[in-house]
């Protein structure tokens, strides 16, 4: 009984994810910049440019291939020596994604480009978008449909009446958003944002019948979050993030902590714990050493899957670099440092 529960379950979240193109998403959304809004590209407080790498394992002991998500991204700040109180930020990200044994595959590259501008001496309006390239790719010899069921297993040798007339679709992608920081002190950052994602609506099926529909339905985020230096050792991060796509609802909550193990900051211990509402627990641990970044979080189900998991929700791994242009030996940095 439990052998075709977990199997019935595999099958439900491979079409799932396939029947409702929901997106992929990142526990460490904060470590995610251009995947969470848009305005995000150059949008560096403490820095002149950043790259990132990001993996996430979802599932690995009720699978037997879990699902895996994994991003490379880059942005800089362009302008600022020739632009008043302000400055471009360009930047691009690629995604992947492996969805159970592997029969459904995402590839997605993106290109983005964002405007900053100071608003006086303590705020900051950011507005952006990007414009990118989305394929998907099914193996449909991989996929078990519930006219396969034999009663005690998924037979593939028994003929499905389920037929894809296509087994690979792309579409072009966009995405725009606008950020809002608050600086009144060198000990504390406020920043909000919004972005709205799929505004082209692109049209996504493995079907020829257009009647059926098809269209990727907009997705809107939303974030806040602070960097407050509360001790001469201590900076907390907390962070609200909220989205919403075809009726499915994410609401996530939180907060990072850094220890200053150094006397100028080159080496910090990062704790945070965070809870995404009817679903997870996810504790955060990471370690900053000088301009490198590596955080380790990990979901821990609440919700009912964890009857079949045992709470065992997903691994999450990011890497993030920051780095100063040469010339810019005197940057100033927006936000609370050690």
Same mark, same amino acid.
């Given at each position: 009984?439990?052998?075709?529960?977990?199997?019935?379950?595999?099958?439900?979240?491979?079409?799932?994810?396939?029947?409702?193109?929901?997106?992929?998403?990142?526990?460490?959304?904060?470590? /995610?910049? =251009?995947?969470?809004?848009?305005?995000?590209? +150059?949008?560096?407080? !403490? @820095?002149?440019?950043?790259?990132? &790498?990001?993996?996430?394992?979802?599932?690995?002991?009720?699978?037997?291939?879990?699902?895996?998500?994994?991003?490379?991204?880059?942005?800089?700040?362009?302008?600022?020596?020739?632009?008043?109180?302000?400055?471009?930020?360009?930047?691009?990200?690629?995604?992947?994604?492996?969805?159970?044994?592997?029969?459904?595959?995402?590839?997605?590259?993106?290109?983005?480009?964002?405007y900053h501008q100071l608003?006086?001496?303590?705020?900051?309006?950011?507005?952006?978008?990007?414009?990118?390239?989305?394929?998907?790719?099914?193996?449909? /010899?991989? =996929?078990?449909?519930p006219d396969q069921f034999? +009663?005690?297993?998924? !037979? @593939?040798?028994?003929?499905?009446? &389920?037929?894809?007339?296509?087994?690979?679709?792309?579409?072009?992608?966009?995405?725009?958003?606008?950020?809002?920081?608050?600086?009144?002190?060198?000990?504390?950052?406020?920043?909000?944002?919004?972005?709205?994602?799929?505004?082209?609506?692109?049209?996504?099926?493995?079907?020829?019948?257009?009647?059926?529909?098809?269209?990727?339905?907009?997705?809107?985020?939303?974030?806040?979050?602070?960097?407050?230096?509360?001790?001469?050792?201590?900076?907390?991060?907390?962070?609200?993030?909220?989205?919403?796509?075809?009726?499915?609802?994410?609401?996530?909550?939180?907060?990072?902590?850094?220890?200053?193990?150094?006397?100028?900051?080159?080496?910090?211990?990062?704790?945070?714990?965070?809870?995404?509402?009817?679903?997870?627990?996810?504790?955060?641990?990471?370690?900053?050493?000088?301009?490198?970044?590596?955080?380790?979080?990990?979901?821990?189900?609440?919700?009912?899957?964890?009857?079949?998991?045992?709470?065992?929700?997903?691994?999450?791994?990011?890497?993030?670099?920051?780095?100063?242009?040469?010339?810019?030996?005197?940057?100033?940095?927006?936000?609370?440092?050690?």
């Amino acid at each position: 009984m439990r052998i075709k529960k977990i199997i019935l379950l595999n099958t439900l979240l491979l079409l799932v994810a396939g029947a409702f193109a929901q997106d992929l998403h990142f526990s460490q959304f904060f470590n /995610s910049p =251009l995947t969470t809004n848009p305005a995000n590209t +150059g949008f560096i407080p !403490d @820095a002149d440019y950043r790259i990132g &790498v990001h993996y996430r394992n979802q599932w690995s002991n009720i699978m037997a291939e879990p699902y895996k998500t994994m991003s490379a991204f880059g942005d800089a700040q362009l302008f600022k020596e020739r632009l008043e109180n302000g400055w471009v930020g360009v930047g691009g990200m690629i995604l992947s994604d492996v969805a159970g044994s592997g029969a459904l595959r995402s590839t997605k590259v993106y290109g983005s480009v964002a405007y900053h501008q100071l608003l006086g001496n303590s705020s900051l309006l950011s507005a952006g978008f990007n414009l990118g390239w989305a394929q998907k790719r099914i193996d449909q /010899s991989a =996929l078990k449909f519930p006219d396969q069921f034999d +009663g005690k297993f998924f !037979d @593939a040798q028994i003929p499905s009446s &389920v037929i894809l007339q296509n087994t690979s679709v792309s579409y072009f992608d966009m995405q725009v958003g606008m950020n809002y920081a608050y600086f009144p002190q060198e000990n504390v950052y406020i920043n909000a944002g919004y972005s709205i994602h799929h505004v082209n609506k692109p049209r996504e099926t493995f079907f020829n019948d257009q009647t059926s529909d098809g269209i990727i339905p907009m997705r809107h985020i939303g974030f806040v979050n602070a960097i407050l230096k509360v001790h001469e050792r201590v900076i907390i991060n907390p962070n609200v993030y909220f989205t919403t796509q075809a009726g499915s609802r994410e609401l996530t909550g939180g907060m990072n902590a850094n220890y200053n193990l150094s006397e100028f900051g080159e080496k910090q211990l990062i704790a945070g714990l965070y809870y995404r509402y009817q679903d997870a627990v996810i504790p955060v641990v990471g370690l900053e050493l000088g301009t490198l970044k590596f955080t380790f979080s990990y979901d821990v189900t609440t919700s009912s899957l964890k009857n079949y998991n045992n709470s065992r929700g997903a691994s999450e791994f990011s890497l993030i670099k920051k780095g100063f242009y040469p010339t810019n030996v005197d940057r100033q940095s927006l936000c609370p440092k050690f």
